[in-house]
């Protein structure tokens, strides 16, 4: 589809050549055109009265209003003949024979009402005779990440500012002649709203993250976060997990270490978006990270491999000391939150279910999280009813996530979970909706403590954005961030993390977590 292009002046007003009419406020007339249904992603709401709506189209910068229901797009023109601007390009994108010109009278008092709103919304600046310049391509793009942000951010200060005044002088004052210098004009619009996890992706960075939504990637199966998130520290990054197998877990990076360095660059400054890519690479090429471990700093050389993001593990264990009548127990690992991941484990658990199980016990140990709504689905499972998390902005709760249990597979079995610190977003959301509907009993360690959510948007040019777009309360209106889950009894670290080890370990009278086989198994 064509963009749209036009001029504007400093008072930021842009109109359509075809919809110019001069005082048309004046004559009590709004001069209306049906748009293709299609082009609407160009408009935006900007107030609604009764059952019309103020819009901007493309670029933001023409305001009409349109009526819903019927999707009669109206312009608004207040100014003189001489402050009218061209749009040369709109008749390419409008599908002009399929439009009609209709008129539609409104009271003079509505009018100038919704001009005023318009021209203050647009810009907040007096209409002047400042010549036009043209919105080129780059600008457009520049827009496209403005209005993105503008609808999803959950932050409706965004940091303190006026967000249309950013517009009106980034459209101004920043160099948009080229791609790269318009990804850093983007870059540092994101950067006013001072929040790490939103964040500008140019095309193959957004590609990366979308595959790690997948089912595999190439890396060396780390996860990691801000060391912000618990103790207020700024040195280095945190792993929140390592991919069990994989290259980091196998040279005994765990949850908790610090990365102070990757191929001998700094990670004090770095964010983990940054760290990601430097970490992921060619299958079999080299990276050396410089990992703190308490007190101990070791130099690690790694090789990259693909790795698999099979997000779930299953067995049976049988509980200790019982013979051959003791109770079965469902074992599940979760590892990620992938697309995958809510038909996997629904799986495990109706197939544990017909092998007579007896209880459950989902692991969610160094699960950093993923997409938003696996977890949701995964709750499902196991609650016959209830809230699952509340999704809150600056306003408050903004939209409640429940069951009825009609996707229900397991809701009167016994269930464990099991957390730690590598527990985060995504796994905390089960975790709390479990927990606070009184489904499970939670065992391990307070959790990592990630209470805000991101959806991922993609630009016209393949780039993307990361936008942070609520924060999520549990069941109980916990809100978890930097703070975590707080387990319902502790449990050793020394419990291992993968299947079969842990069923090994809760019939072995020498190990730690035998010690623990009679509160586990009670459940």
Not at 485 to 498: G, N, V
Request: proline fraction near 4%; charged fraction near 25%; charge should be neutral.
């Amino acid at each position: 589809m064509e963009r749209v292009l036009g001029t504007f002046t400093s008072s930021g007003s842009l109109f359509p050549q075809s919809f110019i009419t001069s005082n048309a406020c004046k004559r009590q007339t709004i001069y209306s055109q049906v748009l293709p249904w299609k082009h609407h992603q160009f408009l935006r709401p900007i107030e609604k009265t009764g059952s019309l709506v103020a819009l901007c189209c493309g670029n933001k910068f023409s305001c009409y209003k349109i009526e819903a229901q019927r999707r009669i797009l109206c312009l608004h023109s207040a100014l003189k003949a001489n402050e009218v601007f061209k749009l040369k390009e709109c008749s390419k994108i409008w599908n002009q024979s399929s439009v009609t010109t209709i008129s539609r009278s409104f009271p003079f008092s509505f009018c100038r009402m919704v001009v005023g709103v318009v021209l203050a919304v647009t810009f907040g600046a007096a209409v002047s005779n400042t010549p036009a310049w043209a919105l080129t391509e780059e600008n457009l793009l520049f827009l496209e990440a403005w209005r993105t942000i503008d609808r999803a951010y959950v932050d409706k200060t965004f940091n303190g500012q006026s967000w249309f005044r950013y517009r009106e002088n980034a459209l101004r004052n920043e160099p948009m002649t080229s791609r790269a210098e318009t990804y850093t004009a983007i870059r540092k619009m994101v950067a006013t709203l001072d929040d790490p996890f939103t964040r500008f992706l140019e095309p193959e960075r957004f590609k990366s993250l979308r595959s790690g939504t997948q089912n595999a990637l190439t890396g060396v199966g780390l996860s990691i976060g801000y060391p912000t998130g618990k103790d207020g520290s700024s040195t280095g990054l945190v792993v929140i997990s390592a991919a069990l197998g994989g290259p980091a877990d196998r040279a005994g990076i765990s949850p908790g270490d610090v990365i102070l360095a990757i191929d001998d660059q700094s990670t004090e400054n770095m964010t983990i978006y940054d760290a990601a890519d430097r970490l992921q690479g060619a299958d079999g090429s080299r990276v050396e990270l410089t990992v703190q471990q308490g007190v101990e700093t070791r130099n690690l050389q790694l090789i990259r491999e693909r790795i698999s993001l099979n997000p779930v593990k299953s067995r049976i264990c049988k509980a200790p000391d019982s013979g051959e009548e003791a109770p079965r127990v469902g074992y599940i690992k979760l590892t990620a939150f992938n697309r995958n991941a809510s038909g996997a484990v629904k799986q495990a658990v109706e197939s544990l279910r017909k092998d007579n199980v007896n209880a459950f016990i989902l692991d969610l140990r160094d699960n950093s999280g993923g997409l938003f709504p696996e977890g949701i689905e995964i709750a499902k499972i196991w609650l016959d009813k209830g809230v699952i998390v509340y999704i809150c902005d600056s306003r408050g709760v903004r939209d409640i996530y429940d069951t009825d249990g009609s996707n229900a597979v397991a809701t009167s079995e016994p269930l464990v979970v099991l957390v730690n610190k590598g527990t985060a977003s995504a796994s905390e959301i089960l975790a709390g909706a479990l927990k606070d509907n009184k489904r499970a009993v939670l065992y391990g360690e307070p959790t990592f403590g990630k209470g805000k959510i991101q959806s991922v948007f993609e630009l016209s040019d393949g780039s993307g954005l990361a936008v942070t777009v609520a924060r999520y309360e549990t069941p109980a209106h916990t809100d978890i961030d930097k703070v975590g889950i707080i387990p319902d009894h502790r449990l050793p670290a020394s419990f291992p993390k993968d299947d079969e080890s842990f069923c090994g370990c809760l019939q072995d009278p020498a190990s730690a977590c035998y010690l623990n086989r009679v509160e586990l198994f009670s459940r």
